[in-house]
T-cell receptor, first 108, second 112 residues
């Protein structure tokens, strides 16, 4: 299986800025998963998508199957959005490969 | 529901010692898995189970054993701990037909 690449590795933004985190994978997948890891270490699921776009509050996730690329956007960023964001490619129901994560810091 | 629980939260072992990391879920999920997270690397799958009595190896299974005697529990055993097993371990579960995973709070293990 091929790796999952995320960029940037680290990202610092001012409160209110629009944030984009990118994820690319090099073979076909069944779905792409975005996760958030809090500073305390807990991991929560944000989105699971296989096509198009999903929105939840200020978070938007998109995926382009042809280009093997997904993006996570945060509108009107806030310091509480500071966390590590992880994308994971689901190759079948039992094989999930994870990116190394993007550490986001939002300054007030 | 408590979700996915893990014990202990922290553990320090000496090289060669054995221990079991506990994982339990109360959501009646068929699929359970163990991951390790190391600095600068993504989560890596150690072992997984698609139901009671069924386990399989993931990407990095060496040095770890698992069993699944009940739907609720999926313990991870280190038979002879090595410094290379110093890591943060996460247990996760999901329904087989739905792909969203629910993660436990993690266990930070240090092997001296």
């Amino acid at each position: 299986k091929n790796e999952v690449e995320q960029s940037p590795q680290n990202l610092t933004a001012q409160e209110g800025e629009f944030i984009t985190i990118n994820c690319s994978y090099s073979v076909g997948i069944s779905a792409l998963h975005w996760l958030q890891q809090h500073p305390g270490g807990g991991i929560v699921s944000l989105f699971m998508l296989s096509s198009g776009k999903k929105k939840h509050g200020r978070l938007i996730a998109t995926i382009n199957i042809q280009e093997k690329h997904s993006s996570l956007h945060i509108t009107a960023s806030h310091p509480r959005d500071s966390a590590v964001y992880i994308c994971a490619a689901l190759y079948n129901n039992n094989d999930m490969r994870f990116g190394a994560g993007t550490r986001l810091t939002v300054k007030p | 529901n408590a979700g996915v629980t893990q014990t202990p939260k922290f553990q320090v072992l000496k090289t060669g010692q054995s221990m079991t990391l506990q994982c339990a879920q109360d959501m009646n999920h068929e699929y359970m898995s163990w991951y390790r997270q190391d600095p600068g690397m993504g989560l890596r799958l150690i072992h997984y189970s698609v139901g009671a009595g069924i386990t399989d190896q993931g990407e990095v299974p060496n040095g770890y054993n698992v069993s699944r005697s009940t739907t609720e529990d999926f313990p991870l055993r280190l038979l002879s701990a090595a410094p290379s097993q110093t890591s943060v371990y996460f247990c996760a579960s999901k329904r087989t037909e739905y792909n969203e995973q629910f993660f436990g709070p993690g266990t930070r293990l240090t092997v001296l």
